[in-house]
């Protein structure tokens, strides 16, 4: 179990995360990540990677996040709110399609994401 983080670095870890993402700058983004960080998504057997969902280092996030990239050039998230914990943030955001989406990352204790999940609406 990590240690527990301020809730301001945490809420400043979601913005910046969002900063990243809208910068599309793929080593900025990977920069907030521990190396064997882990992400989970339905979107990651959709773009023909894992089967389960899950990716798990830096390496492997790099290719399926450059792949996303390039496959959605408008990408922009809208960021809504920001929830946290002890050891990780909730950021909710609209993405460039005007879809909702819970990201959650949980930190280590250097303050790096060791676990991601985007969560999406059903339906």
């Known amino acids: ?10 809420a400043a870890l979601g913005r910046t995360w969002v900063e990243a993402w809208n ?8 920069a907030l990540y521990d ?4 992400m ?5 057997p959709m773009l023909g990677f894992d ?4 990716v798990r280092g830096k390496d492997a996030l790099r290719t399926y996040w450059g792949k996303a990239l390039w496959l959605v050039p408008q990408l922009h998230f809208s960021l809504i709110d920001l929830f946290v914990s002890p050891d990780s943030v909730v ?10 989406i819970c990201e959650y990352l949980r930190v280590n ?3 790096l994401i060791v676990q ?5 609406l059903v339906g």
């Not at 179990?1 to 945490?10: F, G, V, Y």
């Not at 190396?35 to 882990?38: K, L, R, S």
């Not at 989970?40 to 990651?44: A, E, F, Q, V």
């Open 1 to 10: 179990m990590s240690s527990q983080h301020p809730p301001s670095t945490l």
């Open 23 to 30: 910068a599309r700058d793929l080593e900025r983004v990977l």
């Open 35 to 38: 190396e064997a960080a882990v």
């Open 40 to 44: 989970t998504s339905d979107r990651i």
């Open 51 to 54: 089967a389960s969902g899950t």
């Open 91 to 100: 950021v909710f955001y609209a993405n460039e399609r005007g879809k909702k």
């Open 109 to 111: 204790d250097a303050g």
């Open 116 to 120: 991601g999940s985007a969560n999406h």
